[in-house]
């Protein structure tokens, strides 16, 4: 979509003067307004966030800005449990408020379907500001302000911002009243761009913009907080993309799934870099834990469903385990789906209810097709192809199989297989450090400006390729006598396809490979298939 030089250089060298006026969002004015009110009285306010990485992110943003305007006794900050309150605004986060003084919460990416808790926040005599991304419902609710450019009467310029995006939209519009320094606001552009990768929100437009520079600041002048993660989780020349969605966010998310997601603010807001890398230690051991916990859960879940053909023939994967741990259950849906090719909801259990996690499958909308079944549902909310829902325990069969009948004729022949597009076809002899520079260019990769895919046919195995750990394969493939390296990860069974120097056509991304101080490129192998 970009044909004018403006609007390339603009996609190419983004610019603060490049975000939107704050102002130009519905209700952003009536909610700097209570803010400067609430300020002005001092009254105690409430920074209200979700327990993941954006919601996190969010909270350590707005809670770090407003505290510098705010008498410390005066502001406070708030992260529901994930097992004893549930996703989003809770009734028993309502009421702490309202035992310790508040009169304003500003919940941050959760609050746009919280209407019957908001009125009765209301009745408590505590407003709300809402900062959200999530899809409105027919019904708002009944807050001071909702800050939500998916609302039908918002003519915001762009409409994906994340959770986190929103509460620094909010800030700027508050720093902008009093006159501060934009420096005041835009040191908090790393945070957001950990939210947005971690919450693989549209990479276009103004995210695009947040995302350059959120990166550049986490390269250039971390906060403490991403500091001693960073060097927690590896000390690297340059960080990317990658870096927070495979190592800095999952670390954040962890403690919400195994422990308590205040754990992550702390780190977020500590300014002393000796308490922050103690804070990044116990968020390390909240990953570890996470993770062995998301492997087990993953192969009882496989073993299920290999035990029982039934399951395998079905539409969809619905299943749940008494002892399965709701903290990693949408994970463990993620890797299902790669070994399975279908939507997918992993249950746990809870105090007799079924919370459970949805995954879906390339152009499948799970969140209407748990709409559909909502006889069933208690409560849901999500996005397309991820989504949170609960369910009574006694309801299970009869939620598993209208939720199959709803996948099974809504489902389209395309998003049953499993594909790969590509951009373009390359001939080994164009990829030189020159292409390589001009690809890179590119960047920030996400949602709506994916990394290239390439297809490149009539490669050759030399003979050296070789099977690694037993799981993955290293490739040295040659095409007119031009020679590339490979990786592909997990892909052992893909190995018989190119042993013995046979034929293989290939769909990769490029990346560069840092190892023993030597940098090569090499090819990040998508698929492979036997030569036509």
């Given at each position: 979509g970009i044909e004018t030089y403006d609007q390339a250089e603009a996609f190419f060298v983004p610019k603060l003067s490049q975000l939107h006026d704050p102002f130009l969002m519905k209700d952003m004015k009536v909610a700097v307004d209570r803010i400067e009110s609430a300020l002005n009285?001092?009254?105690?306010?409430?920074?209200?966030?979700?327990?993941?990485?954006?919601?996190?992110?969010?909270?350590?943003?707005?809670?770090?800005?407003?505290?510098?305007?705010?008498e410390p006794d005066k502001i406070d900050y708030y992260i529901p449990d994930r097992y004893k309150e549930g996703y989003g605004i809770s009734k028993m986060g309502i009421d702490w408020a309202k035992e310790n003084h508040f009169s304003l919460i500003i919940a941050l990416d959760c609050g746009t379907r919280s209407i019957e808790l908001i009125a009765y926040a209301k009745t408590l005599g505590i407003d709300f500001i809402v900062c959200d991304h999530h899809l409105p419902g027919e019904v708002l609710p009944d807050a001071v302000a909702l800050l939500n450019p998916k609302q039908k009467e918002c003519t915001y310029p762009y409409k994906e911002l994340s959770g986190c995006g929103i509460g620094f939209k909010l800030i700027q519009a508050v720093a902008k009243r009093h006159d501060l320094h934009e420096s005041r606001v835009f040191q908090y552009l790393d945070l957001v761009a950990v939210s947005i990768a971690s919450d693989i929100v549209d990479?276009?437009?103004?995210?695009?913009?947040?995302?350059?520079?959120?990166?550049?600041?986490?390269?250039?002048?971390?906060?403490?907080?991403?500091q001693a993660l960073m060097q927690s989780y590896a000390i690297k020349e340059q960080y990317e993309v990658?870096?927070?969605?495979?190592?800095?966010?999952?670390?954040?998310?962890?403690?919400?799934?195994?422990?308590?997601?205040?754990?992550?603010?702390?780190?977020?807001?500590?300014?002393?870099?000796?308490?922050?890398?103690?804070?990044?230690?116990?968020?390390?051991?909240?990953?570890?834990?996470?993770?062995?916990?998301d492997t087990e859960i993953t192969q009882e879940a496989l073993d299920l469903l290999q035990n029982n053909n039934l399951f395998?023939?079905?539409?969809?994967?619905?299943?749940?385990?008494?002892?399965?741990?709701?903290?990693?259950?949408?994970?463990?849906?993620?890797?299902?789906?790669?070994?399975?090719?279908?939507?997918?909801?992993?249950?746990?259990?809870n105090d007799g209810l079924l919370t459970g996690s949805a995954r879906s499958v390339k152009e499948f909308d799970i969140h209407e097709a748990i709409a559909a079944c909502s006889e069933y549902v208690l409560q849901y909310g999500g996005h397309k192809y991820a989504a949170g829902l609960s369910i009574r325990k006694e309801n299970?069969?009869?939620?598993?199989?209208?939720?199959?009948?709803?996948?099974?004729?809504?489902?389209?022949?395309?998003?049953?297989?499993?594909?790969?597009?590509?951009?373009?076809?390359?001939?080994?002899?164009?990829?030189?450090?020159?292409?390589?520079?001009l690809l890179e260019r590119f960047k920030?990769?996400?949602?709506?400006?994916?990394?290239?895919?390439?297809?490149?046919?009539?490669?050759?195995?030399?003979?050296?390729?070789?099977?690694?750990?037993?799981?993955?394969?290293?490739?040295?493939?040659?095409?007119?006598?031009?020679?590339?390296?490979?990786?592909?990860?997990?892909?052992?069974?893909?190995?018989?396809?190119?042993?013995?120097?046979k034929c293989f056509d290939s769909c990769y991304s490029l990346e560069w490979n840092r190892f023993n101080n030597k940098v090569n490129i090499q090819l990040k192998i998508r698929d492979i298939k036997s030569c036509d």
């Open positions: 009285n001092d009254e105690k306010v409430l920074v209200y966030g979700d327990y993941d990485v954006d919601g996190t992110t969010s909270v350590a943003t707005v809670y770090s800005f407003l505290r510098e305007l705010w990479m276009m437009g103004e995210n695009r913009v947040l995302m350059y520079l959120g990166l550049e600041k986490l390269n250039k002048n971390p906060c403490v907080g991403i990658g870096d927070i969605v495979f190592g800095l966010g999952p670390r954040i998310n962890a403690s919400g799934r195994i422990s308590d997601a205040k754990d992550s603010v702390k780190l977020l807001i500590e300014k002393d870099f000796h308490q922050a890398t103690k804070a990044a230690k116990v968020l390390n051991e909240h990953n570890a834990e996470r993770k062995d916990r395998l023939s079905k539409s969809s994967t619905v299943l749940y385990g008494e002892q399965w741990h709701k903290g990693v259950i949408g994970i463990v849906a993620s890797r299902l789906i790669e070994y399975h090719y279908k939507p997918t909801i992993v249950f746990s259990e299970f069969e009869d939620f598993a199989l209208k939720f199959e009948e709803v996948v099974k004729n809504t489902i389209s022949e395309e998003a049953v297989h499993p594909s790969i597009e590509y951009d373009t076809e390359l001939n080994f002899s164009d990829i030189d450090e020159k292409f390589m520079r920030p990769f996400g949602p709506g400006n994916m990394t290239p895919v390439f297809r490149t046919n009539q490669i050759y195995d030399t003979g050296s390729s070789r099977v690694l750990k037993d799981k993955h394969i290293r490739i040295v493939g040659k095409q007119d006598g031009v020679t590339m390296d490979g990786i592909g990860f997990n892909m052992v069974d893909n190995f018989a396809i190119i042993n013995n120097q």
